[in-house]
């Protein structure tokens, strides 16, 4: 099968994850367990172990904010404790030691919680000796990315690929050191921002994501 010329915008998040499970047409038969990060990125990876016939799983990040400027990533979190923090930023802003603990925990017991809600009982798959695709809807400045490649690590998986629609160029550069592949379809410049490339970019439920994981419907 010949691989769709990927376009921009896509016209919403179920187009993208079929453009993008073509784009990993290279890894069929390798049965991979495909974990999207709430709740944006269910819906790719939905598509994509549709595509691959890979297990469909969660893990749940959260960005660390900076004191003054919360949408200011200086790092993130996953709801296993995994953890990214970004020096620079923290030392250029001069973050103090006990504010990164302080909103460490914040947002772990937040991270904590949302799995717990998400899954609605669905069980945690296991990652050890496993090709494992990490997707999410867009890569930024990829800190919650590299807290949860660091955490797929962590549990084990053989082989990590992360793959996404759209990114920015030095996001994806970045996460090479963190993952085996990474996969990104469009590198547009400039970047500004995921939404930025997508008609249709409204907010996934949890409702939604807690029915994919069930595999009761495929992404609306």
């Keep these: ?37 709430p709740r944006g990125g269910v819906p790719i990876a939905a598509e994509v172990a549709a595509r691959l016939d890979g297990d469909l799983d969660i893990i749940v990040a959260r960005k660390l904010g900076a004191p003054m400027s919360p949408e200011l990533a200086i790092g993130a979190v996953t709801a296993d404790g995994g953890r990214f923090l970004n020096d620079d930023v923290i030392e250029s ?15 772990l017991a937040d991270a904590r919680a949302r799995e717990e809600r ?23 400045t990829g800190a919650t990315m590299r807290a949860s490649a ?7 998986a053989s082989r990590l690929i ?6 920015s160029r030095e996001a994806c550069t970045a996460l090479a050191s ?5 996969v990104c379809l469009i590198q547009p410049e400039p970047f500004i921002a ?3 490339h997508y008609v249709d970019f409204e907010a996934v439920e949890d409702d939604t994501v807690a029915r994919l994981l069930k595999g009761a419907v495929r992404a609306p």
């Design 194 to 196: 995921v939404g930025r």
């Design 178 to 182: 963190e993952a085996d592949e990474v």
């Design 1 to 37: 099968m010949t691989t769709p010329v990927p376009h921009l915008p896509f016209s919403d998040r179920v187009e993208a994850g079929r453009l993008l499970g073509e784009g990993l047409s290279h890894l069929e038969g390798t049965h991979p367990v495909v974990l999207g990060i």
């Design 118 to 140: 998400l899954r609605a009982g669905h069980p945690t798959i296991e990652l050890s000796g496993r090709t494992v695709i990490l997707c999410d809807d867009g890569l930024a």
């Design 93 to 107: 802003l001069g973050v103090r030691g006990d504010y990164v603990t302080w909103e460490t925990a914040r947002q």
């Design 150 to 156: 660091r955490s797929v690590r962590k549990r084990g």
């Design 162 to 167: 992360i793959a996404v629609p759209v990114g």
